[in-house]
């Protein structure tokens, strides 16, 4: 929709010329798909034409505009097959069409922090560290950090996320993924990626929750072991309440999907 | 730098903020449609260097130095894209409004069958047809019939809009470029009841390009209905076009007119108000205890409310029979409370108008309106207007399913127009269709039913609450009509119903298609398929036991209009092809701990509304020995205008493509009570072939004594022609002839619906393995759009029954105001409905056919409800069937 409000766009945009009233711009599908009365300036990020995916012996950089088309042909170090196996799964647990697939970036789904967003979830699960610039430096941080609660991150006023690093460490492993939706390709109201860690087992849970959770286990635990950590690590409330899927449900299908991945993946 | 669309250079720059959709139809690619701003719905889909986007949410000034294709430049002009010709031989679409966006789509999909459809469609979505029907066009089957030499009624031919809804030419109502025009926006209400104590209009008038700003001390001192109906005495005068008292979250408080859209929100956002809050009451049964607030207590007479402060529109009490008795004769017994949410209409054309001063100062009002000759009356009336300085019109109309037989904008810009003497345009966004329109009346149904061992019904008893909202515009009607081929469908001595159509401080309920039947008969064919079971009898069976027959009297308690008479029947045939249905083997696989179930449910609805439905239609000679129809009624994908020019051409011995259709203007015809109420054929319809009956007959005596019969291009004469363009030529005036239908006396058609499903009872997750739906639609004139209208009406009630609920919070406030949180069912939601006509010819419906386009909807959900029973062993008694609810109650049993 149109945003009546902004009077300029700066394309492209740098850090530190963020004021008030200022909206960094990635693929602008999550900007433009609401009212932003209080937007006076867009912030062009894409601009800049920063490389999408970056391959290298310690991983994978993938750059916040990347776009999520990109990431999902993305064809490069076939050897991360941990990546591969998660990024077709991910992008397609996207609500949205391939055709906001080929506009929507990697980034903005990060910054829009929803409980649903399938690239919180991917990068979330393989140990993604974001590379964030502001006024004051850059500073990093882990994607399950960034994302604080539904729709707030540890962003502050000016700073803007530059790229995701996937470490070579969490992209070789074997992986397990389940997604549930009140819908048949509906927008995700659990979505859930294990992990093999070595002997370990790396459990990511989103969608279901108000903001992305880790279980790291050394061994793959056993189901009552996996069960009680489920108890203890997220409670009651920070299961999400929304039209989306009631709590319950959630809570439910989480540690349904959970066993089954524990399942899948002990062998 | 410039954007290239579809190759040509266009040197406006966008600007800062500009989607790339508005820019996109202010450079005059009106193909390009707004259904939802928000990236969801996929009607804004063009390609940006190839590739596909929803432009709704692509900035603009990033297509500067790309090239932009819209449906308009898919093809050569004087051609279409193979996408665009696969669309229009299996008729893609109803309104078309998707249509443009669904072929952006299907051109940059996998060519030439994509593999996998639900997934690479879930952007896309359309209201009217089901998906089947789209299917087939990305398919490349063709369904439409060629156009032959025989017979017209009974083909399958395509509608006459087809080639215009294809190319993106079709003109919707806000197609259109007018200069000088202005743009309304409203201020809305923040709360669910206050009283307004001031407005500060002075901020909002100072911001640049405003122009006027209307408050309630602008507004007409008249109270209406928005609710249209010819009869406007059958709906409460309860409404101003701006009020001082605001009795919902989301009505209007003040407009603001500017020169753009930009400055009106501004306006908005600068108006000052001073609110005095008053108590809220958001739930029916409250409202109607002692001592709640009443929501229309300042009226006390005139307002044909029933009881203004017991928050009472309009009730129904009243009693066939003795209902105790039979219960005290019945072998069971049972009795249930069911419940129905609000559910929006979800026209993919939002609601809107374009009002100006014709050139001889005449209002004239361009709107997304069922009812253009209603709205011109009520225009007329509240702003004391003969009614011949009033025109009202409409372009082809993005959708209805009854939310436009209202007048929810008309008003308002009317008012503009007359302040400023300029045109000006209100367009709602999306968000508003949710807040501000009307939705479908949310029920509460507590039945109780009392049946003997073989099945015959003994008594059935019924307390209805509507929740009608702030405003009671069709709250009454709605609660007799739910109230009657609901239970007169069933022979049973003793009925009774208690009904009560109540004010809440909440969004108001309007017309919906179905009008009230699908909700009660929720509660019905549930109760109805649950005495069935505790009697262990075939569901079916007991419908046998009880329907009514021919020749039977159509009963429901109250005073409701008697020219009701079944003038056809086949309900029985009905019900045996469901029959035959649930006989077949289950084929389709199941997995392992999944639950199967099957259910079925029937309905009965009126061919059109009580208290008369008027229709004039006349047709015109034309030289070329062609035809025109002028006819008042509204084309928005139902599918009339291909009816009405099939009527036509076999009553005067040509073919459709001679024939053009005129509409939806005030100036064309001289009554149309409007676009509702399944009226389309067996109204506008009948007055079409009435008109061409009677041109028939003109034309056999102008060519003179001996006239045998009338061709394509002559009258045959027992020795000779005359040509009908010697005809044509012969008088001094066109050769004319008119028709008019009263909708009186009325038939009534039948749906049956069967489910077979299968349910995880891990996960709530259903599937649909089998769905039947036997019609019985008497002659069926058009059986592809009859069965367009079928598998679209049982696709709306799946949406319904499965997925879609509007949210209020304790405020008042619509919580699902966009579709992210409204779901709609997508191509991945809809399976395929087989579609069974019974055989029958109806006495009275022009050659012989029946309404069917609301009815449809009206058994899906009791069907499914019943299959879920079947499955699960639960009886489910709330709408919708989402998955986490159906888990939880599986799991709470």
């Given at each position: 929709m149109?945003l009546?409000?902004?009077?300029?766009?700066?394309?492209?945009?740098?850090?530190?010329?963020?004021?008030?009233?200022?909206?960094?711009?990635?693929?602008?599908t999550g900007?433009f798909?609401?009212?932003?009365?209080?937007?006076?300036?867009l912030?062009?990020?894409?601009?800049a034409?920063w490389?999408?995916v970056t391959?290298s012996?310690n991983?994978?950089?993938?750059?916040?505009?990347?776009?999520?088309?990109?990431?999902?042909g993305?064809?490069?170090a076939?050897?991360?097959?941990?990546?591969?196996e998660?990024?077709?799964a991910c992008?397609?647990?996207f609500l949205?069409?391939f055709?906001?697939?080929?506009?929507a970036?990697?980034?903005?789904?990060?910054?829009?922090?929803l409980?649903?967003?399938?690239?919180?979830?991917?990068?979330?699960?393989?140990?993604?560290e974001c590379?964030?610039?502001g006024?004051?430096?850059?500073?990093?941080?882990?994607?399950?950090?960034?994302v604080?609660?539904?729709?707030?991150?540890?962003?502050?006023?000016g700073?803007l996320?530059?790229?995701?690093?996937l470490?070579a460490?969490?992209?070789?492993?074997?992986?397990?993924?389940r997604?549930?939706?009140?819908?048949?390709?509906?927008?995700?109201a659990?979505?859930?990626?294990?992990?093999?860690?070595?002997?370990?087992?790396v459990?990511?849970?989103?969608?279901?929750?108000?903001?992305?959770?880790?279980?790291?286990?050394a061994?793959?635990?056993?189901?009552?072991e996996?069960?009680?950590?489920?108890?203890?690590?997220?409670?009651?409330?920070?299961?999400?309440?929304?039209?989306?899927?009631?709590?319950a449900?959630?809570?439910?299908l989480?540690?349904?999907?959970?066993?089954?991945i524990?399942?899948?993946?002990?062998? | 730098?410039?954007?290239?669309?579809?190759?040509t250079?266009?040197d406006?720059?966008?600007?800062?903020g500009?989607c790339?959709r508005?820019?996109?139809?202010?450079?005059?690619?009106?193909?390009?449609?707004?259904?939802?701003d928000?990236?969801?719905?996929g009607a804004?889909?063009?390609h940006?260097?190839?590739?596909?986007?929803h432009?709704?949410?692509?900035?603009?000034?990033?297509?500067?130095?790309r090239q932009?294709?819209?449906?308009e430049?898919?093809?050569?002009?004087?051609?279409?894209?193979?996408?665009?010709?696969?669309?229009?031989?299996?008729?893609?679409?109803?309104c078309?409004?998707?249509t443009?966006?669904?072929?952006?789509?299907t051109?940059?999909?996998d060519?030439p069958?994509?593999?996998?459809?639900p997934?690479?469609l879930?952007?896309n979505?359309c209201?009217?047809?089901g998906?089947?029907?789209?299917?087939?066009?990305?398919n490349g089957?063709?369904?439409?019939?060629?156009?032959?030499a025989?017979?017209?009624?009974?083909?399958?031919?395509?509608?006459?809009?087809?080639p215009?809804?294809v190319?993106?030419t079709?003109?919707y109502?806000f197609?259109?470029?007018?200069p000088?025009?202005?743009?309304?926006?409203?201020?809305r209400?923040?709360?669910a009841?206050?009283r307004?104590?001031?407005?500060?209009?002075?901020a909002?008038?100072?911001?640049?390009?405003?122009?006027?700003?209307?408050?309630?001390?602008?507004?007409?001192?008249?109270?209406f209905s928005?609710?249209?109906?010819?009869?406007?005495?059958?709906?409460?005068a309860d409404?101003r076009?701006?009020?001082?008292v605001?009795?919902?979250?989301?009505?209007?408080?003040?407009?603001?007119?500017?020169?753009?859209?930009?400055?009106?929100?501004?306006?908005?956002?600068?108006?000052r108000v001073?609110?005095?809050?008053l108590?809220?009451?958001l739930d029916?049964?409250?409202?109607?205890?002692?001592?709640?607030?009443?929501?229309h207590?300042?009226k006390v007479?005139g307002?044909?409310?029933?009881?203004?402060a017991?928050?009472?529109?309009?009730?129904?009490?009243?009693?066939?029979?003795d209902?105790e008795?039979?219960?005290?004769g019945?072998?069971?017994?049972y009795?249930?409370?069911?419940?129905?949410?609000?559910v929006?209409?979800a026209?993919?054309?939002?609601?809107?108008?374009?009002?100006w001063?014709?050139?001889?100062?005449?209002?004239?009002?361009?709107?997304?309106?069922q009812t253009?000759?209603?709205?011109r009356?009520?225009?007329?009336?509240?702003?004391?207007?003969?009614?011949?300085?009033?025109?009202?019109?409409?372009?082809?109309?993005?959708?209805?399913?009854g939310?436009?037989?209202e007048?929810?904008?008309?008003?308002?810009?009317?008012?503009?127009v007359?302040?400023t003497?300029?045109p000006?345009?209100?367009?709602?966004t999306?968000?508003?269709?949710?807040?501000a329109a009307?939705?479908?009346?949310?029920?509460t149904?507590?039945?109780?039913?009392?049946?003997?061992?073989?099945?015959?019904?003994?008594?059935?008893?019924l307390?209805?609450?509507?929740?009608?909202?702030?405003?009671?515009?069709?709250?009454?009607?709605?609660?007799y009509?739910?109230?009657h081929e609901s239970?007169?469908?069933?022979?049973?001595?003793n009925?009774?119903?208690?009904?009560?159509?109540?004010?809440?401080?909440?969004?108001?309920s309007g017309?919906?298609?179905g009008?009230?039947?699908?909700?009660v008969?929720?509660?019905v064919e549930?109760?109805l398929?649950?005495?069935?079971?505790?009697?262990g009898?075939?569901?079916?069976?007991?419908?046998?036991?009880?329907?009514v027959r021919p020749?039977e009297?159509l009963?429901?308690?109250?005073?409701?209009?008697?020219?009701?008479v079944?003038?056809s029947?086949?309900?029985d045939?009905?019900?045996?092809?469901v029959?035959s249905?649930?006989a077949?083997p289950?084929?389709?696989p199941?997995?392992?701990?999944?639950?199967?179930g099957e259910?079925?449910a029937?309905?009965?609805?009126?061919?059109?509304?009580p208290?008369?439905h008027?229709a004039?239609a006349?047709?015109?000679l034309?030289p070329?020995s062609?035809?025109?129809?002028?006819?008042?009624?509204?084309e928005?994908?139902?599918?009339?205008?291909?009816?009405?020019?099939?009527?036509?051409?076999d009553?005067?011995?040509t073919?459709?493509d001679?024939?053009?259709?005129?509409?939806?203007?005030?100036?064309?015809?001289?009554?149309?009570?409007?676009?509702?109420a399944?009226?389309g054929?067996?109204?506008?319809?009948?007055a079409?072939?009435?008109a061409a009956?009677?041109?028939?007959?003109?034309?056999?005596t102008?060519?003179?004594p001996?006239?045998?019969?009338?061709?394509?291009?002559?009258?045959?004469l027992?020795?000779?022609?005359?040509?009908?363009?010697d005809?044509a030529a012969?008088?001094?005036?066109?050769?004319?002839?008119?028709?008019?239908w009263t909708?009186?006396?009325?038939s009534?058609?039948?749906?049956?619906?069967?489910?077979?499903?299968?349910?995880?009872?891990?996960?709530?997750?259903?599937?649909?393995l089998?769905?039947?739906?036997?019609?019985?639609?008497?002659?069926?004139?058009?059986?592809?759009q009859?069965?367009?209208?079928?598998?679209?009406?049982?696709?709306?009630?799946?949406?319904?029954t499965?997925?879609?609920?509007?949210?209020i919070?304790?405020?008042?406030?619509?919580?699902?105001?966009g579709?992210?949180?409204?779901h709609?069912?997508?191509f991945?939601?809809?399976?395929?409905?087989?579609?069974?006509?019974?055989?029958?010819?109806d006495?009275?419906g022009?050659?012989g056919?029946?309404?069917?386009?609301?009815s449809p909807f009206?058994?899906?959900?009791p069907?499914l409800a019943?299959?879920?029973r079947d499955a699960t062993?639960?009886?489910?008694?709330d709408l919708?069937f989402?998955?986490?609810?159906?888990w939880?109650?599986?799991?709470?049993?």
């Open positions: 149109d009546h409000t902004v009077v300029e766009v700066v394309s492209p945009a740098e850090v530190g010329q963020w004021r008030p009233g200022d909206a960094w711009l990635a693929g602008g900007l798909a609401e009212p932003q009365t209080g937007v006076t300036r912030l062009d990020l894409v601009a034409g490389t999408p391959a012996g991983g994978l950089e993938i750059a916040a505009t990347c776009t999520v088309a990109d990431l999902a993305y064809a490069g076939q050897h991360f097959t941990a990546f591969h998660l990024a077709t992008c397609r647990a949205a069409s055709k906001i697939w080929n506009v970036t990697v980034g903005g789904n990060l910054c829009a922090a409980p649903a967003g399938p690239m919180i979830a991917l990068t979330a699960a393989l140990d993604g590379l964030i610039l006024p004051a430096g850059e500073r990093r941080m882990s994607v399950v950090r960034l604080t609660g539904d729709g707030a991150t540890a962003l502050a006023p700073e996320l530059r790229s995701i690093t470490p460490a969490a992209l070789t492993g074997r992986t397990a993924f997604q549930g939706s009140l819908f048949a390709h509906g927008r995700s659990v979505l859930l990626i294990g992990r093999r860690a070595g002997a370990g087992l459990l990511t849970v989103t969608a279901a929750t108000v903001r992305p959770f880790q279980l790291r286990f061994e793959v635990p056993g189901a009552g996996l069960a009680a950590a489920l108890r203890d690590t997220i409670a009651a409330d920070d299961y999400v309440d929304d039209v989306h899927g009631l709590p449900w959630r809570r439910h989480t540690r349904r999907y959970a066993e089954e524990r399942a899948e993946l002990a062998g | 730098m410039s954007v290239r669309i579809n190759g250079d266009h406006e720059p966008p600007r800062p500009q790339l508005t820019y996109l139809r202010q450079e005059g690619c009106f193909g390009v449609k707004k259904g939802c928000t990236g969801d719905c804004c889909t063009v940006v260097d190839g590739r596909p986007v432009s709704c949410v692509y900035p603009a000034f990033r297509a500067q130095g932009v294709t819209t449906i430049g898919l093809a050569p002009p004087d051609g279409l894209h193979p996408v665009q010709q696969r669309f229009l031989d299996a008729q893609g679409f109803q078309g409004f998707c443009a966006g669904m072929i952006m789509t051109v940059a999909l060519e069958k994509p593999a996998d459809l997934r690479a879930k952007g979505l209201r009217c047809t998906y089947r029907a789209v299917a087939d066009a990305i089957v063709r369904t439409v019939d060629e156009p032959g025989g017979p017209a009624i009974g083909d399958g031919l395509g509608a006459p809009a087809g215009q809804v190319t993106g079709a003109r109502t197609d259109v470029d007018v000088g025009l202005l743009h309304l926006k409203v201020l209400s923040p709360h009841h206050a307004i104590t001031a407005i500060d209009t002075a909002a008038l100072a911001v640049p390009g405003v122009h006027a700003v209307l408050t309630h001390e602008d507004a007409p001192a008249r109270y928005t609710a249209r109906h010819e009869h406007p005495t059958e709906d409460p409404t076009v701006l009020d001082d605001v009795r919902h979250v989301g009505q209007r408080v003040a407009a603001v007119v500017a020169e753009t859209e930009a400055a009106a929100e501004e306006g908005c956002r600068r108006l001073a609110y005095e809050i108590p809220a009451v029916p049964e409250a409202a109607m205890r002692p001592g709640a607030p009443a929501v207590g300042d007479t307002h044909r409310i029933a009881r203004a017991d928050n009472v529109v309009g009730e129904l009490h009243a009693e066939l029979g209902v008795e039979g219960f005290a019945a072998d069971v017994v009795e249930e409370t069911f419940r129905t949410p609000r929006q209409h026209a993919l054309e939002t609601h809107g108008a374009i009002g001063l014709d050139g001889t100062g005449r209002l004239t009002l361009r709107t997304s309106s253009p000759f209603l709205t009356r009520a225009l007329a009336e509240l702003f004391e207007l003969p009614l011949d300085r009033v025109r009202v019109l409409t372009g082809r109309v993005g959708g209805g399913f939310g436009k037989q007048m929810l904008v008309e008003d308002l810009v009317a008012l503009a007359r302040r003497g300029r000006v345009k209100l367009e709602y999306r968000a508003e269709q949710f807040t009307t939705t479908r009346h949310p029920f149904v507590r039945m109780k039913a009392g049946a003997r061992r073989d099945g015959t019904l003994t008594a059935l008893s307390r209805v609450v509507s929740d009608t909202g702030a405003y009671g515009n069709h709250g009454p009607a709605v609660m009509h739910g109230c239970i007169a469908v069933y022979r049973c001595a009925k009774k119903v208690d009904a009560y159509a109540v004010y809440t401080n909440t969004v108001p017309a919906f298609r009008y009230g039947l699908g909700q008969s929720f509660a549930s109760v398929d649950e005495l069935a079971r505790r009697l009898l075939d569901p079916v069976l007991v419908r046998e036991r009880n329907i020749g009297p009963a429901a308690p109250g005073d409701h209009a008697d020219d009701l079944i003038a029947y086949g309900l045939q009905c019900l045996d092809a029959r249905a649930a077949g289950l084929t389709e199941v997995p392992d701990g999944w639950r199967v259910g079925m029937l309905a009965m609805i009126a061919a059109g509304p208290g008369g008027f004039d006349a047709i015109t034309l070329g062609r035809y025109e129809i002028a006819v008042g009624t509204t928005f994908g139902n599918g009339s205008t291909t009816v009405h020019a099939q009527l036509a051409a009553t005067l011995g073919t459709p001679r024939i053009v259709v005129r509409q939806s203007d005030t100036d064309v015809v001289g009554h149309d009570t409007g676009a509702f399944s009226t054929v067996v109204v506008a319809g009948q079409v072939l009435q009956r009677s041109l028939r007959e003109r034309l056999l102008l060519a003179g001996g006239a045998v019969s009338l061709g394509a291009d002559a009258v045959t027992q020795d000779g022609q005359v040509s009908l363009e005809l012969s008088g001094t005036a066109p050769v004319r002839a008119e028709g008019h909708g009186t006396p009325r009534v058609a039948f749906n049956v619906q069967w489910f077979r499903i299968a349910v995880d009872p891990g996960t709530g997750e259903l599937r649909i089998r769905s039947v739906h036997s019609a019985d639609a008497g002659t069926v004139l058009n059986p592809l009859t069965r367009g209208q079928i598998e679209g009406g049982v696709a709306q009630a799946l949406g319904a499965l997925a879609e609920h509007v949210d919070d304790a405020g008042g406030r619509v919580t699902t105001a579709f992210r949180q409204y709609l069912p997508t991945a939601d809809v399976p395929p409905t087989e579609v069974v006509f019974a055989r029958t010819e006495a009275i022009p050659l056919a029946k309404s069917m386009s609301e009206n058994p899906v959900a069907a019943n299959a879920l062993g639960v009886r489910f008694t919708p989402t998955r986490d609810r159906i939880q109650r599986l799991r709470a049993e």
